[in-house]
């Protein structure tokens, strides 16, 4: 910010008020000078439109996309809300475009009532909105090797939060019935390779949602239209998309999904299998690797932390490379399995340090260290990676991994 | 839904989990006749896009156009966050493209040190971000006169609710100071017509944020990219956009916006003036007027209750011409000054009957009737209109305005 210069400036507004007669304007400062805000409009504006645009000068805030997967650029957002354009997406076998008015869900297996569950009938049931994180199983593994990426994005990307509406899945199965075998659900996806996850009995009945809306209108393609499944709290893979069946089981059904892919193995040669909760973790996202502070001075610190298990009780936040910490501001009111948005001020004095974030959730397990991680589970596991992250700050402001 | 014959299914999934050689598939039924769920993809689909959008199946869910305005589909949309493609705009001079590299925020009048902001002096200041409903002062004053839209869109439509982030109007009148003179605040845009309201200093001082985010991105153009004010629970006209000037007075300006337009005028010829406070209310948004419902039996119930005054505490919906009232559920966590979504299930005996929704707040106001609103008011006032809202409910099932 700068001083302004009180005695360059006319406010149309003046003459305006003063052409309604009613004095207002004697209220204000007489300057002859005219100098409008920059960027004042001297022309009408645009009409309105049936469903809105982003400003042409915010087309660089996108997703970080290759073949398969987009990452949320999470160093360019404000708020616990992701916009859905924005979300992560991780396509294994691309989005299929599905009409909704032909799709339906089929729940079968173990129940006393096979049923099949169009959208409309879906969407007459009884329904809840919820805001939720999703996090990939993978999310930020690199940083255990050493080689993350060099922005938030980069290195914590395949990560949102939105709010979902759509009918528990125990509503569902109430209509269908268990029979007493009833142990595990099988969740299949109508994309081409049908990707399928076998999740307990126990998370269906608890809080898993069958979603078919996103901050209000519904799904996007790539996440699942016309209907997904969300699974508060636990990796991303098994919030099947594009969901059709749900197949009742009496044991997991060993899909490749969670026997070559999403687990955990560990250095024994062992591999864990179905550790689906994201434990609590937090990153700061400004300021950040791939930014620069424009000098020493104030500025906000700000970023993000959650939990699987349920709410973040508590994020603190280091400015000197660990040796102190503080409590940073939480962004109310805090919802269970979502973003919590943490913020800071900081008043950079310009010398080269280290920053991090750690936090803490209701259950009060608290975020390790990178050196915790390896330590309990080695190097090879690609999966599950909670560990705090650090940024360098050097002097001329550049922030890089650290 | 309808029963699942399950005697016709082949699930793909059983011969992949067949091939790991894990077994699974001998616990599943091995049927021979092969019948996928509809609409189950045959072929890869399309790669991760940077910035996402709608399916081609969603293109009639839009906002309700006329030269100024656009109205919020209520009766589409789910859960308590509108997308911001959908939310509610009325652009009483266009909607001007405004580059942020170039707009300044400019606070001068009774403050001790004029400052000039610029969006990058804005974007490193502390911030918060929070959920709040707008709403246009007019939006629903048909109901009075008998003469609404016959859907929710139509009588309700401008009124929406979403993340708001800016900077506290607080913290930059901390930078400038206030002279002990200062009572009011003029906040003019930068619009052709630089639309201007005058605001009282301490409500500044209480919630007010300049807003340069929504929904976790950057303000859409319709909604004053790249900063705005955020009024919390004041109608929306105040909320001005497109925000380039703060002028702080010793009272009110009396622009246009708050002589000509924006006040209510009384049976006695007098008229109420500053009456920002939108009051509790409620609507059904579904079942709700331009719908049918597809025979009797069950149905989510399902509508929004907010106010401007703090929380909803309560929900009642009658589905009896109002002769019983039911508590509804509210969505949790509730938020201060936003949309409560509320629901009820309904099991329709297939008679013709008349349903509404009334409210409470954390105040104790409880929504009144239009009968009350008129005997107060008289039928001249356009704004503030907050009666209950009636839908008839017809034996072919078919709603409409009652």
Redesign the interface.
């Known amino acids: 910010?700068?001083?302004?210069d009180?005695r360059h400036?006319l406010?149309?507004?003046q003459l305006?008020?003063s052409a309604?007669g009613?004095?207002?304007a004697a209220?204000?400062p007489r300057n002859a000078s005219a100098q409008q805000?920059?960027?004042?409009?001297?022309?009408?504006?645009?009409?309105?439109?049936?469903?809105?645009?982003?400003?042409?000068?915010?087309k660089d805030?996108?997703?970080l996309?290759?073949?398969?997967?987009?990452r949320t650029p999470l160093q360019?957002?404000?708020?616990?809300?992701?916009?859905?354009?924005?979300?992560y997406?991780i396509?294994h076998?691309?989005?299929?475009?599905?009409?909704?008015?032909?799709?339906?869900?089929?729940?079968?297996?173990l129940v006393e009532?096979?049923?099949?569950?169009?959208m409309?009938?879906l969407e007459?049931?009884?329904?809840?909105?919820r805001i939720h994180f999703l996090e990939c199983a993978g999310n930020s593994w690199r940083e255990q090797v050493g080689n993350p990426g060099n922005t938030p994005e980069e290195s914590h990307g395949l990560l949102s939060c939105?709010?979902?509406?759509g009918v528990p899945l125990a509503v569902l199965l109430e209509?269908t019935g268990l029979k007493p075998s009833a142990r595990w659900i099988?969740a299949?996806g109508?994309?081409?390779g049908?990707l399928?996850r076998s999740l307990p009995v126990e998370k269906a009945l608890d809080d898993i949602i069958v979603a078919?809306?996103q901050?209000?209108?519904?799904?996007?393609?790539?996440q699942g239209?016309?209907v997904r499944l969300i699974v508060p709290g636990w990796e991303g893979n098994v919030n099947v998309k594009?969901l059709?069946?749900l197949?009742v089981?009496?044991?997991?059904?060993?899909?490749?999904w969670e026997?070559?892919h999403y687990t955990d193995l560990l250095p024994s040669g062992k591999a864990r299998q179905f550790t689906f909760v994201m434990e609590a973790k937090s990153v700061i996202v400004r300021p950040a690797g791939g930014q620069r502070l424009?000098g020493s001075g104030?500025?906000?610190l700000?970023g993000l932390a959650w939990s699987g298990r349920g709410k973040i009780s508590g994020v603190e936040v280091t400015v000197d490379g660990g040796r102190s910490w503080q409590k940073a501001e939480l962004?109310e009111?805090i919802?269970t399995k979502a973003f919590t948005?943490f913020?800071w001020?900081w008043n950079w004095s310009g010398v080269e340090t280290t920053i991090a974030s750690r936090c803490t959730d209701e259950t009060g397990y608290r975020q390790p260290t990178r050196e915790q991680i390896i330590a309990a589970r080695g190097l090879n596991a690609t999966d599950h990676y909670n560990g705090i992250k650090w940024w360098r700050v050097r002097t001329d402001g550049q922030i890089t991994h650290a």
Do not use: C
């Open positions: 910010m700068r001083p302004a009180t400036k406010s149309r507004r305006l008020s309604t009613l004095g207002a209220l204000l805000p920059p960027e004042a409009s001297n022309e009408l504006g645009l009409p309105a439109r049936p469903y809105g645009f982003r400003s042409p000068f915010e805030v996108v997703r996309v290759d073949s398969g997967s987009g360019d957002l404000q708020g616990i809300i992701t916009p859905s354009a924005l979300h997406e396509l076998f691309g989005m299929p475009i599905i009409n909704p008015a032909h799709h339906e869900l089929l729940i079968d297996g009532r096979p049923l099949i569950f169009t409309k009938d007459r049931m009884p329904a809840v909105s939105t709010e979902w509406t209509q099988l299949e109508a994309d081409v049908r399928a078919y809306a901050n209000g209108e519904a799904l996007r393609p790539e239209y016309p594009w059709h069946r197949e089981l009496d044991q997991p059904a060993m899909t490749a026997t070559g424009d104030v500025y906000e700000t962004q009111p919802h948005r913020r001020t």
